[in-house]
């Protein structure tokens, strides 16, 4: 993949980026206005300094920049003000340059000897003259035009020019200027000069300090994104981002290493100058640290440093003030996380196994006196006698480790130390005596754990290997074990979405005999029962779930009869027995009692039951329950993120559609494995699609498809994904193939399921209507009554109210307009608790059959109504509808406005916009309204640009001044415009 060599695109640094603007909005207005600008080496300052430079110029400002020289000691004197005003002389001519500096000319002259000047001018002038001449040019040439000065590097800066910075700050007047320096914040050590101007600086009101951070990882996915011109592996990002910890230059230094380990030469050398500048007793203590973890406590640094504690403070004071290491609590780390790998890939060989084990050795020493927790070190020791080369130590302590890990639900710590024992297995003399277990047990644990941590498909590739040395070992292997084995790979397979999950559970199944009942063929008689609800055979999962609970009571199995309840419930409400599929969920929860992963379970299928019967405020009300239990036993990334899919239904259902989307990209975050990031996609693309980005919600959908393509994951998630497919190509205008998905998944599901058909019924009959009003060819008295036939056995099933009128005024459109039927359906969905999206739609369309029918009118009021619900909703997708009817119907529709106010005359603001715009008012940054509305700072600027938009007005106080004169920060209820 080739790559730039710079992100084309600057990432982030909205929020710095708008503090310049406003900066150089006051400097325009007479108030000159001095703004520092810190930030560590590589963070970039510069990138942010040059973009804002190129805007300013593009609006009218003139911009000149002077660089400060690290020349060591003081440096050379005025060199950054040389800099800039030779710019400034080729932008101006000498001739004008001299006639702008008036009397200051000679004191001019003095900095810049080329320009020319009368042989009887003295060559050298005071100190107070240049400050006076320089200040006074700046001055005269912003007259003409605002002037920006960009002075770069001040911590490299000489002494006179600091002391000008500090004069022209002051002396500047009502010049329009604004002065820009910026500065390494990682070079100012306690005794840095620099560090008394900034000081002195801080205490004159118009002097602003912008501090830049560190990109976050979404960032770091941004810059990694313009580099390469496609999206990065989700794995690459997090890679990039933890060992760059932001830091833009290291971003752009790592982006094309493959294997994730190796440094550029350039970048180590690059890391390891301040470090080759410390004493050799201060060097050997950063070696000492880099072989610590990332943070090292100060009790274990002085045990391992075994060196007096004046020696130990003199050498990490020294390290401290180099800005190689930094204090962190009762402890230190480096400054940065990539200091710290140079310097360990710089240890040689023997010297990197000594420094490892004496961490071992004193750790393990540390845990004897009972001084440290035991987990933590446990870990620790493990991870060090390895890298010491102590495999038998290693061995023990990772098996320990891990258990401690899996005792406390971090799955994913379990995980890496149950990978180092497999790693060192061949290794050990006697490995399955000393663990108590064999290899295969230790594959199938180590399965368990990656499972539980979200790494499925190296869970498979686990189970696949523990399989294959069990049935190696042919009749002296208790077929129980295979099959406990078997029913987990079916586990797996359906977690996947891969075909086979059931065959290979009904394999299991047959490994264990009916008689005598024993927990283990409760347990994958349980597992099977599940599976045949995945493939969506509800009445052969209720037959066989009964059984399942029965046995398992029997058998004293409590887990498995609980899991039976859980999976019996959903199928037993999609069969139609609602009541009786409910009293089974609450079943479950009372055997789950207060076992927080069973409730995970218990929380899944109830609201994703409660949902599809469309009780959407409880269903999210239980759903977010199940998120808070989910990241409490260390399953956020994996049934954490199927309940985020959970709860961002109903919320979607309940108009809640910007809480719905925060959700859906918290979930998509913690990258998902499987099926759930499937679900989480087909929800944006569904909401991409109302929200009126046809686009965007097509490109979702496609991605869905291609992630679905060569699996199985059955008809819960692959009629979702069909309707979203279907409603994308019905949003850009093709109902005949919206009508071909439909007909096709369908057709191919087992039986019917209400809740995951019902919806997608609803855009069958829009697909249906459309194709007839397009002429398409087709047999659409046909194809009608299939479409009644799915409906007619839901009846009044869950939302059936709200969704069977709507493909009955479908269906009565085909013969024309039809207000009556879309009155109806327009009474229901208002009845009704959700989905909110069908009150505009319905709307819309009832006024579309009365213009159809000239009754203009008559389309008024359910148009305006119609128009209020989208904007409300930000239904961008029905509001265009709404907007092109009343146009091409030349209705002349006036907004509807609440207790009669006139209309304000801009476009409609959206619940989201309506909170960002709150939060200008009071006088919040980008990036507090994105930490105080969980969203990006750049989504945040995004709200910001559209709301000033909107609006009509050109900065954040006038769009507060705006929204308190027209009371939009007073009235939550939108104002909606044609």
């Not at 609590?329 to 000594?354: C, N, Q, S, T």
């Not at 594959?443 to 790494?455: D, I, K, Q, S, V």
């Not at 399921?753 to 002429?775: H, I, K, S, T, V």
């Amino acid at each position: 993949m080739a790559l730039a060599a710079t992100s084309p695109a600057m990432v982030g640094r909205s929020d710095q980026l708008d503090g310049l603007r406003s900066a150089l909005a006051s400097a325009t207005g007479g108030v000159p206005v001095t703004v520092v600008l810190g930030g560590e080496a590589g963070v970039g300052k510069t990138r942010l300094v040059t973009e804002f430079a190129a805007e300013a110029e593009r609006g009218g400002a003139r911009v000149i920049v002077g660089q400060c020289v690290n020349l060591g000691g003081d440096g050379l004197a005025y060199a950054p003000i040389t800099g800039a005003l030779r710019e400034l002389a080729g932008q101006l001519g000498a001739d004008a340059l001299l006639a702008a500096a008036g009397p200051g000319r000679a004191a001019l002259t003095s900095l810049l000897p080329d320009l020319p000047h009368d042989g009887d001018q003295p060559a050298g002038t005071s100190q107070g003259r240049v400050f006076e001449a320089v200040t006074g040019l700046l001055e005269h040439v912003a007259a003409d035009r605002p002037l920006v000065l960009v002075l770069e590097d001040l911590h490299w800066a000489d002494r006179a020019t600091r002391q000008l910075l500090g004069f022209a700050v002051r002396a500047l007047g009502s010049a329009r200027v604004l002065i820009v320096g910026t500065y390494r914040s990682d070079e100012l050590s306690r005794d840095h000069p620099l560090r008394q101007l900034l000081a002195e600086l801080e205490r004159v009101r118009t002097v602003h300090r912008i501090d830049l951070p560190r990109l976050t990882e979404h960032e770091v996915a941004e810059q990694l994104t313009g580099l390469a011109g496609a999206p990065p592996p989700v794995d690459a990002v997090r890679r990039i981002h933890a060992r760059s910890e932001g830091v833009p230059f290291f971003v752009e230094q790592l982006s094309d290493l493959d294997d994730g380990t190796s440094l550029p030469e350039s970048l180590r050398d690059l890391l390891l100058v301040r470090v080759e500048q410390l004493s050799d007793e201060s060097q050997r203590l950063v070696r000492l640290l880099a072989v610590g973890n990332d943070r090292v406590g100060h009790d274990l640094l002085a045990a391992v440093a075994a060196v007096d504690a004046d020696a130990l403070d003199r050498t990490l004071r020294e390290a401290v003030s180099a800005n190689v290491l930094r204090v962190d609590g009762d402890g230190y780390a480096f400054r940065h996380a990539l200091v710290r790998e140079a310097v360990h890939a710089d240890l040689l060989p023997g010297e990197h196994a000594r420094l490892h084990a004496l961490y071992a050795a004193t750790l393990e020493r540390q845990l004897e006196s009972g001084a440290v927790p035991r987990r933590a070190v446990t870990a620790e020791a493990a991870h060090h006698w390895f890298c010491a080369h102590e495999h038998e130590k290693s061995f023990a302590a990772s098996l320990q480790a891990a258990a401690e890990a899996r005792s406390l639900s971090a799955y994913g710590e379990a995980q890496r130390n149950f990978e180092r024992a497999l790693e060192l297995w061949d290794q050990i003399p006697e490995a399955a005596a000393k663990a108590g277990f064999d290899h295969a047990e230790l594959l199938a644990r180590t399965a368990a754990a990656a499972n539980n941590a979200g790494e499925l498909d190296r869970a498979l590739a686990l189970v696949d290997a523990a399989l294959a040395e069990v049935r190696a070992a042919a009749d002296a292997v208790d077929p129980g074990r295979i099959a406990r084995l078997l029913g987990f790979r079916g586990s797996l397979l359906s977690e996947l979405g891969r075909p086979g999950a059931t065959a290979e559970v009904e394999r299991a199944l047959a490994l264990i005999p009916a008689d005598p009942p024993t927990p283990r063929r409760a347990r994958l008689l349980q597992k099977y029962v599940s599976r045949l609800m995945m493939d969506g055979r509800q009445a052969n999962a209720v037959a066989l779930g009964r059984e399942a609970a029965a046995l398992a009571h029997q058998t004293g199995e409590a887990e498995s009869e609980f899991r039976a309840y859980v999976v019996l419930g959903p199928c037993l409400v999609h069969s139609g027995h609602v009541d009786e599929g409910m009293e089974a969920l609450e079943t479950a929860q009372r055997l789950a009692g207060e076992r927080p992963e069973w409730l995970v379970s218990y929380h899944i299928n109830m609201s994703d039951s409660l949902h599809l019967l469309g009780r959407y405020g409880e269903a999210e009300e239980v759903a977010e329950q199940g998120i808070d239990r989910a990241g409490a036993v260390g399953l956020a990334r994996t049934l954490g993120t199927m309940l985020a899919g959970n709860a961002a239904e109903p919320l979607l259902a309940l108009g809640r559609w910007d809480e719905a989307d925060k959700v859906i990209v918290r979930a998509l975050e913690l990258d998902p494995p499987g099926r759930h990031v499937w679900h989480l996609s087909v929800l944006r693309s569904w909401l991409a699609l109302w929200r009126g980005d046809a686009e965007a919600a097509s490109r979702f959908a496609a991605l869905v498809h291609d992630r679905l393509a060569g699996h199985d994951p059955g008809p819960q998630y692959v009629l979702p994904a069909t309707r979203a497919a279907a409603e994308a190509a019905l949003g850009r205008g093709e109902p005949d193939l919206a009508w071909q998905l439909i007909r096709a998944a369908v057709d191919a599901s087992p039986g019917q399921q209400y809740g995951y058909e019902l919806p997608l019924l609803g855009a069958a009959g829009w697909a249906l209507e459309a194709r007839a009003r397009a002429d398409v060819e087709a047999d659409v008295e046909a194809d009608a009554d299939w479409l009644r036939g799915r409906l007619e056995p839901i009846g009044d099933w869950g939302p059936a109210p709200a969704w069977t009128p709507m493909v009955r005024a479908h269906l009565s459109s085909l013969d024309g307009p039809a207000p009556d039927a879309w009155r109806a359906a327009l009474d229901a969905v208002e009845a009704a608790e959700g989905p909110a999206h069908l009150r505009p739609f319905a709307g819309y369309r009832l006024g579309e059959a009365y213009v159809l029918l000239g009754d203009r009118t008559a389309a008024a009021e359910p148009l305006r109504r119609a128009a209020d619900e989208a904007d409300r909703l930000g239904a961008g997708l029905i509001r265009r509808w709404i907007d092109d009817l009343v146009r091409r119907a030349r209705l002349g529709l006036a907004p509807s406005t609440p207790d009669g106010q006139a209309a304000a005359s801009f476009p409609a603001l959206t619940d989201r916009e309506r909170e960002v715009l709150r939060l200008v008012a009071a006088g919040r940054s980008n990036r507090q309204i994105g930490e105080e509305l969980f969203i990006s700072t750049k989504t945040a600027s995004v709200h910001v640009s559209n709301i000033l938009a909107k609006l009509s007005v050109s900065g954040r106080g006038e769009a507060a001044a705006r929204a308190h004169r027209e009371g939009l920060l007073d009235d939550p209820a939108a104002r909606s415009v044609s």
